[in-house]
């Protein structure tokens, strides 16, 4: 295991993500710390705040405080139900017009196309703050983002869980999808944003599954199907947190027998 690279390939999932933190924060406790990410949405922010020198804690205190995903913000000017203006403000702040490249790991942020109907992996010269924002743009919920006269969604809808991005980039990779999904009742799906989301989840799990054989230790928390997509609860935010440093701790046996 000396010298060796490990790479972690972070799911998009709203407010889920924090999963990704709470997992990122038992690596530490146990001498790894991953190198090479590849994120999308949610995982692309998680991603890109370890990737300059954030503590799984301070992503913790970063969803606590900025108020990316909040129904209360609603727009009727753009394409979206509300603006992503509140998240930008943050990684303007954090990242400046730092580029992919100049960040301390090696980091890949996916999104959509949306002219061309592809996927996107951002290249080292991009603006990182504009590409974790394409990412991160939520179809019909967020508004688009325009990247050198491109507009983009979100990575999620053709590839929520970007672990073959990373094949081959490191030795030993690591997946984290936080978006189990299970059958719920005709009384959850009676609503805009319930439809909506239920939607956007089983797609994003449909081109998962086709990827999580291809990790060295895959982790999927199943007490995450509690939460909402969109959390606006600080306690609730930490137990996302909790279950996924949980979930780590739980299941490292088998990955420890990797390294062997």
């Given at each position: 295991m000396v010298n060796?690279?490990?790479?972690?390939a972070?799911s998009?999932g709203?407010?889920r993500?924090?999963?990704?933190a709470?997992?990122l924060?038992f690596?530490?406790?146990e001498?790894?710390s991953?190198s090479?990410?590849?994120g999308?949405?949610a995982g692309a922010?998680?991603?890109?705040m370890y990737a300059i020198?954030k503590?799984?804690e301070e992503?913790l205190?970063?969803?606590q405080?900025?108020?990316?995903f909040?129904w209360?913000?609603i727009?009727t000017?753009?394409?979206?139900?509300?603006?992503?203006?509140r998240?930008e403000?943050?990684?303007?702040r954090?990242?400046?017009?730092?580029?992919?490249?100049?960040?301390?790991k090696?980091?890949?942020?996916s999104?959509?196309d949306?002219q061309r109907?592809?996927?996107?992996?951002?290249?080292?010269?991009?603006?990182?703050?504009?590409?974790?924002l394409?990412?991160?743009?939520?179809p019909?919920v967020f508004?688009?983002?325009?990247?050198d006269?491109v507009?983009?969604?979100?990575?999620?809808?053709?590839?929520?869980f970007?672990v073959?991005?990373i094949?081959?980039h490191c030795?030993?990779l690591?997946?984290s999808?936080v978006?189990?999904?299970v059958e719920t009742?005709a009384e959850?799906?009676?609503?805009?944003?319930?439809?909506?989301?239920?939607s956007?989840?089983i797609m994003m799990?449909n081109?998962?599954?086709?990827?999580k054989?291809?990790?060295d230790?895959y982790?999927e928390?199943?007490?995450l199907?509690k939460?909402?997509t969109?959390?606006?609860s600080?306690?609730k935010m930490?137990?996302?947190?909790?279950?996924?440093?949980?979930e780590?701790k739980?299941t490292?046996?088998t990955?420890?027998?990797?390294?062997?």
């Amino acid at each position: 295991m000396v010298n060796a690279v490990f790479g972690i390939a972070l799911s998009g999932g709203g407010h889920r993500g924090l999963a990704h933190a709470g997992i990122l924060k038992f690596l530490e406790e146990e001498g790894i710390s991953p190198s090479v990410i590849s994120g999308t949405s949610a995982g692309a922010i998680v991603g890109t705040m370890y990737a300059i020198g954030k503590t799984p804690e301070e992503i913790l205190e970063l969803f606590q405080s900025v108020s990316f995903f909040n129904w209360n913000y609603i727009t009727t000017k753009k394409a979206g139900l509300f603006d992503i203006d509140r998240l930008e403000i943050y990684l303007d702040r954090e990242l400046g017009n730092r580029t992919i490249g100049e960040l301390d790991k090696q980091v890949y942020i996916s999104a959509t196309d949306m002219q061309r109907g592809k996927l996107k992996i951002f290249g080292k010269d991009t603006i990182a703050k504009k590409a974790v924002l394409a990412s991160c743009a939520f179809p019909a919920v967020f508004s688009p983002v325009v990247l050198d006269g491109v507009i983009y969604s979100d990575g999620g809808m053709l590839n929520n869980f970007p672990v073959n991005t990373i094949q081959g980039h490191c030795d030993y990779l690591i997946g984290s999808n936080v978006n189990p999904v299970v059958e719920t009742s005709a009384e959850n799906l009676k609503t805009i944003k319930s439809i909506t989301l239920r939607s956007f989840e089983i797609m994003m799990n449909n081109n998962t599954h086709l990827h999580k054989n291809l990790c060295d230790w895959y982790l999927e928390p199943a007490d995450l199907t509690k939460y909402f997509t969109f959390e606006t609860s600080k306690a609730k935010m930490k137990e996302i947190f909790d279950i996924g440093y949980l979930e780590a701790k739980s299941t490292f046996s088998t990955f420890e027998d990797i390294l062997k």
